[in-house]
């Protein structure tokens, strides 16, 4: 049996990266990466606290989480897409969104 802290600092570490991510890189799909990595991190969390304790509610959390990353994902692919399609570029930096 592996230990829930085994679990959390494999989560701390995903979720770090994840931050890291959204900070350093510059690349639009990249950022929405790590975005999507930190949603697992906490998802990896609850399953992993839930389990511990016995209880189904951590579970039932990362059900409702991946419902709206699902409905996130969908919206944030699109919106990447159209930025491209205008600006022909995913650098965040080259947007500027006051020019148009």
């Known amino acids: 049996m592996i ?10 570490l995903l979720f770090a990266i994840g931050v890291l991510g959204v900070m350093v890189r510059r690349n639009a799909i990249i950022i929405f990466m790590s975005i999507e990595l ?3 991190a ?3 969390a609850f399953v992993a606290v839930g389990n511990s304790m016995g209880l189904l509610d951590g579970q039932i ?3 409702f989480i991946m ?3 699902a409905a996130e994902a969908a919206v944030g692919l ?3 897409i159209m930025l491209f ?9 080259k947007i500027n969104y ?3």
């Open 61 to 63: 959390f990362v059900l």
């Open 67 to 69: 419902a709206v990353a």
């Open 38 to 40: 930190m949603l697992n």
């Open 85 to 93: 399609r205008i600006t022909r570029t995913v650098d965040v930096e």
């Open 42 to 44: 906490v998802n990896l």
């Open 78 to 80: 699109a919106i990447i």
């Open 3 to 12: 230990p829930v802290e085994h679990y959390l600092v494999l989560s701390v």
């Open 98 to 100: 006051m020019k148009w």
